[in-house]
């Protein structure tokens, strides 16, 4: 069952043309142009609030830590090597403030859970209610399996499923090996899916 969000990488530039702008981007934001460093971080602005949205389940708290990540990434943006793309720099570091502010929250359930709506599904073959309906149900019941994931799986899922990232990249961004990625996302794909399966036997009054 696919989670991933598909309204990313519609780019109308040319993969080149991006990657020699971002470039001098880069080196502008490094010798201290913040005109730079807005304009290369704030292509990736929503898909990072987006990210952070789905990884805290709690709107205000996600607003809070992306401004942290801009701030960490402009403080950051010397040691930036090029050794992975800037997107995949950035997204680190989010991932690392979010396990910060997980681990601060000390395992409270988020004041503001996550909106169905985070959550973008294909669309129902016909608009007719039972079609909308269930496709809530469904929505509702892979945010509850998410929310319920440790946060390393829920990482893992999120990235790969939901954002769409390669293994590579999802391995890069959490700081692992590809191996280990992959073993985190088998057990979170098969907790998503038996918790998905248990609550469309419930609806179903099975």
Known sequence: MPLRDLHHHGASESAGDQQDTEARLIARAKAGDAAAFERLSGAYADRLFMLLLR???????????AQEVMLRAWRAIGSFKSRSSYFTWLYRIAVNEANRA???RARRPASVPIGPDTLQLPAASSDEPANRAENRELRAALVRA????????RIAVVLRDVEGLSTQDAADVVGVSQAAFKSRLHQARLRVRAAVGDAALAGSGA
């Open 102 to 104: 997980l681990e601060r």
């Open 146 to 153: 998410l929310d319920e994931l440790p946060p390393d799986l």
């Open 55 to 65: 990884l805290l389940g709690d709107r205000g708290e996600a607003e809070d830590v």
